[in-house]
């Protein structure tokens, strides 16, 4: 089917023959200029008109498949304006200049300006591009095949500008377009404008998140919406502390950092010899993350001991009880519990009223890892899925994945404190001076493992002022409409199989594709040696032909299914529709 949406702006036709083409089929990386004419007839307000005259389409389409060295000519026209005029785009020649003739150079401004306008027409163009259906989520080539088609290296001697725009054509040239509304790869997807106008202000500024003396703006705003978060969980008054750091990952270990300083503040000064054997208690479905940080921590993996999670992929309670007093009868301590909410493969949220109950009971701290979950506290429609998230001690919640801030994107939340900054401040006299003259509280890099850290919270703040509470809410709502939409589609269609029953939790779609010639096998074992062949042969079709990209793996003891994740805005019904035709298109024959 072909889809249709605000981006889909060819020919009437030009969707159809999609699923078709070959892999060798060549999508040209600007648009031609009927599509552009098609442009301005669909966009409001003139803005296709003006776009078309900013990206100038006609002159990228004769360097669009091989880049090659082509000097901006000083004639009308050259510079994108379509007239005559004197814009210094067309007098500026990029074979003739490097780095060096741009800012700090002296009289370096013009050409600055100039150089920075042309990669904004390259980010402009891709931007479009990535948002219309006709195009390839990827123009896919081997490892060895790219090394060998384009100069990676590195020289003693400077490239010129000229060079630099062709790296970065090139570069987004053979890039995953993540934004593409049929890209369902990873829980992170889609683009949005504020976020990336959010980004490319905080890149600019380029400046370091760990005090308030060089971040005034950016720490009072990570101040404000760490609170509004805090609030939306369910802490009173959005008392607690929290940071944004590289990622759930890092996240997930910060809780545990701080659950082993609050049960054993010792540890900071002496080490892990100081403290007993520890016990850290999380879902056999939960992300490797809380592992790893086990790992990093000197607490070693063997310390994590993994609980049973029913057929939906929740952690059964009881099992947890069990195994909390398993291990102290072994002479461990159990210190900390991860719970999780929307784990990464099922989408499952663990029940966390149960979990708080038996956390409480036995004194240990109860984390919730909700980066893929969590922002569905948004949603008055589907929050209560995280009920009880208000009495755990920390919460993991990473707005880059549901919530489409740019990536990176990730919060944690903690319900104590004071506790972030007893547990890792230095004391570093030459950064966090104690005699300054504003409140040293705002100096915040102190509670951080990091020294320098991004700034992430500009990303999140500026899209929250543009959507509202209520437009994060309706984006959330319309992914998990569409992961519906897709479960009702395949749950009872011939040649699908569900690897759990009942309806997703979250936009999480877990199915085996049965192709006709495995469907009627009488032999199980023979069955499921070919069933888990299926998906990687499908998943490397979608890549061969840049048609549309989506996740597979095992679990356990059933072989590779697909993982369909929808976080994307930008996704319809089309898409999906056509995702389901794809798959069997490119598995007919296996």
Not at 138 to 149: A, I, R, S, T
Request: proline share 4%; charged share 25%.
């Amino acid at each position: 089917m072909a889809a249709h949406g605000f981006w889909s702006l060819g020919g009437d036709n030009a969707s159809a023959n999609t699923g078709s083409q070959s892999p060798s089929t060549s999508f040209p990386f600007f648009k031609s200029r009927a599509w552009c004419q098609a442009a301005a007839q669909k966009l409001p307000g003139g803005f296709g008109s003006k776009l078309c005259a900013l990206l100038n389409v006609a002159e990228m389409e004769k360097t669009a498949d091989v880049p090659t060295k082509k000097p901006l000519e000083n004639s009308a026209g050259s510079c994108g304006c379509n007239k005559p005029c004197n814009c210094p785009k067309g007098t500026v020649i990029f074979s003739d200049l490097y780095s060096t003739d741009l800012l700090p150079a002296m009289d370096g401004d013009t050409k600055t300006m100039t150089f920075l306008q042309e990669v904004v027409d390259i980010l402009l163009a891709y931007i479009v591009e990535s948002f219309d259906r006709e195009t390839k989520v990827v123009d896919f080539h081997y490892p060895n095949e790219l090394l060998q088609m384009n100069n990676w290296e590195l020289q003693d001697e400077p490239a010129t500008l000229d060079d630099i725009l062709i790296s970065c054509r090139a570069t987004l040239k053979y890039a995953i377009k993540t934004a593409h509304p049929r890209y369902f790869n990873q829980l992170s997807t889609g683009l949005d404008m504020v976020g990336l106008a959010a980004d490319w202000l905080t890149s600019t500024a380029n400046t370091n998140m760990f005090t308030y003396e060089v971040a005034p703006v950016f720490v009072l705003l990570e101040y404000v919406t760490l609170k509004k978060m805090r609030e939306i969980i369910g802490w009173s008054d959005g008392r607690g502390d929290g940071i944004f750091s590289p990622g759930g990952a890092i996240s997930n270990m910060y809780a545990m950092l701080l659950a082993r300083f609050k049960m054993f503040p010792e540890v900071k000064e002496k080490g892990m010899s100081s403290v007993p054997r520890l016990a850290a208690f999380t879902s056999e479905h939960s992300h490797f993350s809380i592992k790893k940080g086990a790992a990093a921590l000197g607490i070693g993996t063997e310390s994590v001991i993994c609980i049973k999670a029913d057929e939906s992929g929740k952690l059964i309670p009881a099992d947890l009880e069990r195994r909390i007093l398993e291990a102290k009868q072994k002479g461990f301590v159990p210190f900390f519990v991860s719970a999780t909410a929307g784990t990464t493969v099922y989408g499952a949220f663990d029940p966390l009223i149960a979990i708080s109950d038996i956390c409480k009971k036995y004194n240990v701290w109860m984390h919730v890892d909700g980066a893929w979950g969590g922002s569905l506290l948004m949603s008055r429609r589907h929050r209560w899925k995280l009920d009880g998230v208000e009495r755990a001690n920390s919460v993991t919640w990473n707005p880059h994945k549901m919530m489409s801030v740019p990536l990176q994107c990730s919060a944690l939340l903690v319900r104590e404190e004071g506790l972030m900054q007893n547990c890792n401040q230095m004391h570093a006299c030459y950064l966090f001076q104690q005699d300054k003259h504003y409140d040293l509280s705002y100096d915040t890099g102190d509670k951080a493992l990091q020294c320098g850290r991004h700034v992430d919270i500009f990303k999140l703040w500026l899209m929250w002022r543009a959507k509202g509470t209520i437009g994060f809410e309706a984006q959330i709502d319309k992914c998990l409409e569409l992961s519906e939409y897709l479960y009702n589609k395949i749950k009872d269609r011939e040649g699908y199989e569900m690897v759990f029953d009942g309806k997703p939790q979250h936009t999480n779609v877990c199915f085996w594709y049965l192709p006709p010639g495995i469907r009627y096998m009488e032999d199980k074992e023979e069955r499921k040696k070919h069933l888990h062949k299926v998906a990687p042969v499908i998943k490397a079709r979608m890549m061969e032909y840049g048609t549309t990209m989506v996740s597979y793996q095992p679990q356990g003891d059933k072989v590779n299914f697909f993982r369909m994740v929808i976080s994307n805005p930008a996704a319809t019904f089309e898409d999906i529709d056509f995702l389901i035709e794809e798959i069997e298109r490119l598995g007919q024959d296996l």
